[in-house]
């Protein structure tokens, strides 16, 4: 017989699975379907649509947001250092700190040098 723990997640997981398929299959059975041209049309703010929908954007923009996203991710896991710092000492929390932010800085410079934050 399996233990206590593994009927827990066994019971979280088949939750977690059956759950959103129920609400999908509710939505499905509950919902009105009355196609008309107007509300299969794209809405922009009351405007009528002109053009296409599919616009090229320029890859700066996502890159600038990946490295946004990167150094965000980064700079949260200064919060448990800082937790932590009581617990190993403050000498090598101070190093350990210094370090990845060095890591960081130097991420930074890359970044700066291969001209990927421009917005040209």
Same mark, same amino acid.
């Given at each position: 017989? %399996?233990?206590?723990? =593994? /009927?827990?997640?066994?019971?979280?997981?088949? &939750?977690? /699975?059956?759950?959103?398929?129920?609400?999908?299959?509710?939505?499905?059975?509950?919902?009105?379907? =009355?196609?008309?041209?107007?509300?299969?049309?794209?809405? @922009?703010? &009351?405007?009528? %649509?002109?053009?296409? #929908?599919?616009?090229?954007?320029?890859? #700066?923009?996502?890159?600038?947001?990946?490295?946004?996203? /990167?150094?965000?991710?980064?700079?949260?896991?200064?919060? %448990?250092?800082?937790?932590?710092? =009581? &617990?190993?000492? %403050?000498?090598?929390?101070?190093? @350990?700190?210094? /370090?990845?932010?060095?890591?960081?800085?130097?991420?930074?410079?890359?970044?700066?040098?291969?001209?990927?934050?421009?917005?040209?």
């Amino acid at each position: 017989m %399996p233990e206590p723990a =593994h /009927v827990d997640i066994l019971f979280f997981f088949l &939750g977690g /699975v059956a759950f959103p398929l129920l609400m999908i299959y509710l939505s499905l059975l509950l919902r009105r379907d =009355h196609p008309e041209r107007r509300k299969r049309m794209p809405y @922009e703010s &009351g405007i009528r %649509p002109f053009g296409d #929908a599919r616009v090229q954007f320029n890859v #700066a923009y996502y890159v600038i947001a990946l490295m946004f996203v /990167v150094f965000d991710v980064e700079t949260v896991f200064l919060y %448990p250092w800082g937790v932590a710092f =009581h &617990g190993v000492g %403050p000498a090598f929390a101070l190093v @350990e700190g210094l /370090v990845f932010i060095a890591m960081l800085v130097i991420g930074l410079i890359y970044a700066w040098r291969k001209k990927v934050l421009t917005w040209e």
